[in-house]
Nanobody, 115 residues
Framework: VQLVESGGGLVQPGGSLRLSCAAS????????MSWYRQAPGKGRELVAA????????NYAVSVKGRFTISRDNAKNTVYLQMNSLKPEDTAVYFC?????????WGQGTQVTVSS
């Protein structure tokens, strides 16, 4: 199982970024996928999750209405579109695939929101 995030960077408040997570090594279309984030000095928190079919999506209260999770099962990729970014969105963003015993995580991509 391999998960590779990309798309992070430095953006001004109010700006947008689109994160991607390219998956390989498993049958992507059969797994729920999630985005998490971890800010400096804080624990890892769930940002958004999407069902295997893409039909069901859930969001943290702090990002609802600003972030959109989506997936392309033909490309084995899950996305996180982030709009109206705030300084408090600054964190390392990770994608996750659940496992039977341990979950699988990517290496993360840094998102910094600052003027």
């Amino acid at each position: 199982v391999q998960l590779v995030e990309s798309g992070g960077g430095l953006v001004q408040p109010g700006g947008s970024l689109r994160l991607s997570c390219a998956a390989s090594g498993f049958r992507f279309s059969t797994y729920e996928m999630s985005w998490y984030r971890q800010a400096p000095g804080k624990g890892r928190e769930l940002v958004a999750a999407i069902a295997a079919s893409g039909g069901s999506r859930n969001y943290a209260v702090s990002v609802k209405g600003r972030f959109t999770i989506s997936r392309d099962n033909a490309k084995n990729t899950v996305y996180l579109q982030m709009n109206s970014l705030k300084p408090e969105d600054t964190a390392v963003y990770f994608c996750k695939r659940p496992g039977l015993r341990d979950d699988y995580w990517g290496q993360g991509t840094q998102v910094t929101v600052s003027s």
